[in-house]
Nanobody
Framework: VQLVESGGGLVQPGGSLRLSCAASGFSFVDYAMSWIRQVPGKEREFVACISWNGGNTYYDEAVKGRFTISRDNGKNAVYLQMNSLKSDDTGVYYC???????????WGHGTQVTVSS
């Protein structure tokens, strides 16, 4: 299993970023996918999940209405559109296989998101 995250960066409060994850090494279409973030000083937390066909989604209350998760099964990719970013969104974002669970132990390198003026 390989998960390669990209798209992070430095953005001002209120700005937007779009994260991408390229997945390989497993049958992508058979699994829900999710994004997990590691905020400094806190445990990793699930941010958003999407079912295998994109028909169902889940969002943490902290990001609901601001973030949108999507996937492209033809490209084995999952995305996280982040709008109206806040300083509390600062952290490392990881792509994950599973719905509020981790189907595999592997972690990607993650992508750093920094929201600061």
């Amino acid at each position: 299993v390989q998960l390669v995250e990209s798209g992070g960066g430095l953005v001002q409060p209120g700005g937007s970023l779009r994260l991408s994850c390229a997945a390989s090494g497993f049958s992508f279409v058979d699994y829900a996918m999710s994004w997990i973030r590691q905020v400094p000083g806190k445990e990793r937390e699930f941010v958003a999940c999407i079912s295998w066909n994109g028909g169902n989604t889940y969002y943490d209350e902290a990001v609901k209405g601001r973030f949108t998760i999507s996937r492209d099964n033809g490209k084995n990719a999952v995305y996280l559109q982040m709008n109206s970013l806040k300083s509390d969104d600062t952290g490392v974002y990881y792509c994950n296989v599973g719905w509020l669970t981790r189907e595999y132990d592997q972690w990607g390198h993650g992508t750093q998101v920094t929201v600061s003026s």
